[in-house]
């Protein structure tokens, strides 16, 4: 659709006016195909995530932006409402909750609002939400900084 | 990746003109329109488009639409707006008409996912061109065509197509009349007749346009109308009619709500691939 393509440029050039507004994402359009974005975000301070650097896989629907993107993690996180294979998000505004005036990178601030505060009731990762929800904060905590420090920190050395 | 691609030069101001956009396109309002409670402003066919949305993933009409900035419920689109008067569009005004998927559009899809030729041995197409069936005029072929885009193309208003496609075809029919006397072969005429609606269908139907030039085929030669070919063909396929309302009520054709209608966009897909 035009629409979609128009709509895509004009986020494409927000985020280069706007490179360094918000240090914590970083928005990458692919060089030859306006649908296909990557982002890196930062893990948020004080969570399990902090000091990492995740990768998210975008794909946008040709229907944007009435239908929301499909977003993935392409870098392994421990987190109940993330896939811990294929890196899919449980996220309601990624679903039923979209609305059109969300963006590509007010979806990132969203992915990354999640990951400070997980929802255990909806876990895509049982582990990890039985963990929240039995009480075990501190198994939660380790298990998920184990994955920040192995998948998403550059290697020491 | 390269991001230095496209830097704006700091001169440009395109801040100053879109100070304002439309949160759905974020491009400049085009015909501003206000949600009637909140009144956060839109492009009119932006907002549009976005209640149709919402409306075609409810299991239930709803004469509502949720903001997409603030989420408060809103009951209708105001529009043209110049100091003294506007135009006001109703969430709901377009229900009724709006175009519903409906089951003989769903049965008419399904065909097509049926191996062709089932019909072949009731049907005898070659023998329609042959004894020169088509000299009578189909009275139901427009309605035929219109109810087969409509299926294939997910879309309501699919009069022009019709009319193109009709067009070819009735010219065509015409043409071969007074080009009888070439004595060409049957299967020729055949062929070119395929061949012509093929390309007047193609730009609209794609992939499915040579299985629409035989379903196409197999009306014109069934002789039959609508309700007797489609009992011809659902039985010859094995279902009752859907609901047992296709027949006896296809007045209802357009106003039976099923619920959730797919909202696709098959053919948008292509239609911007030579930009």
Redesign the interface.
Known sequence: ???S???LF?????V??E?AADPDIQL????SNIFKW?ALIKGPSETPYEGGVFQLAFAVP??Y???PPQVRFLTKIFHPNVHFKTGEICLDILKNAW???W?LQSVCRAIIALMAHPEPDSPLNCDSGNLLRSGDIRGYQSMARMYTRLAAMPKKG | ???EE???EPGSC??QQ?SN?C?????PLVQESYLDTCFHKFCYN?IL??SR?VASKRSRPSASV?C??C?TENFSIISGFDGTCFQRHYINQDLGDRFTFSKQHKYRLQCYYNEPGILNDIFNVLRFWKTRKYLQSNMWLQSWLRRELQALMQEEDVDIVVHHIHGVIDSFLRRIEQSRLLKKPTEATQDDFRIAVSDAAKPFLLARTDRFVNELELFLASGLNIEAYDAVYMQRLGWNAPGGSISSKPAEESSQHLGIVP?L?IF??D??KD?
């Open positions: 659709m035009k629409a393509r128009a709509r004009k986020e494409y050039k927000e280069q006016r490179k990458v359009c692919d060089d990557t040709e229907q932006p009435l239908q609305s059109p005036a963006t | 990746m390269n991001q496209e830097v704006d395109p801040s879109d956009p949160p759905i396109c974020l491009g932006c488009h976005w949305v949720k997409p900035l989420k909202y966009y948008d897909v239609s911007d930009e």
